[in-house]
């Protein structure tokens, strides 16, 4: 088979998805577990460390909802990696990653902008929306390839 250039970038990037969709489905899953283990812990057990039900009950909620976010992000990169192996062989199924690329982009700016603003800041949310942006570009360039 002869592919574009772009399709042999897609291919590369669509790689890297399913290994970073893989990692995030792992630690939604480890965080969604982590937040029922805090919720089932022993309320004398908690209050004899100088923790209220409150504080509990926060923690668990927080550790629930990075753990359900985690997973759809793993979900949504999984699904948009194994879409762009896909259309690296066929360039005429690009327009599901295209739309998928165009979600992961605008999720991975939201989350840059949050880190931004609320300090917490790291390297992972330039990479998440480089690789964001690149997968756009590239699902754009063969979109207008397969067009031609």
């Known amino acids: 088979m002869n592919r574009s250039s772009s399709q042999k970038a897609l291919l590369v990037i669509a790689i890297i998805n399913i290994v970073f969709g893989a990692f995030a489905l792992i630690a939604g899953l480890m965080s969604g577990v982590l937040g029922v283990g805090v919720g089932i812990l022993n309320s004398s057990d908690i209050a004899s460390a100088g923790v209220t039900g409150n504080q509990q009950a926060a923690v668990t909620a927080g550790f629930s909802l990075l753990g359900i976010v985690g997973i759809v992000d793993g979900i949504l990169t999984l699904v948009e990696g194994i879409l762009g192996l896909r259309a690296a062989n066929d360039n005429q ?37 480089i690789v964001a942006g690149l997968m756009f570009w590239i699902a754009n360039n063969i979109k207008q390839e397969a067009g031609r």
């Open 93 to 129: 199924k690009i327009m599901p990653v295209w739309i998928l690329a165009i979600a992961s982009l605008v999720i991975s700016a939201l989350n840059l902008i949050s880190g931004l603003f609320s300090g917490k800041f790291s390297l992972s949310l330039i990479v998440s929306v």
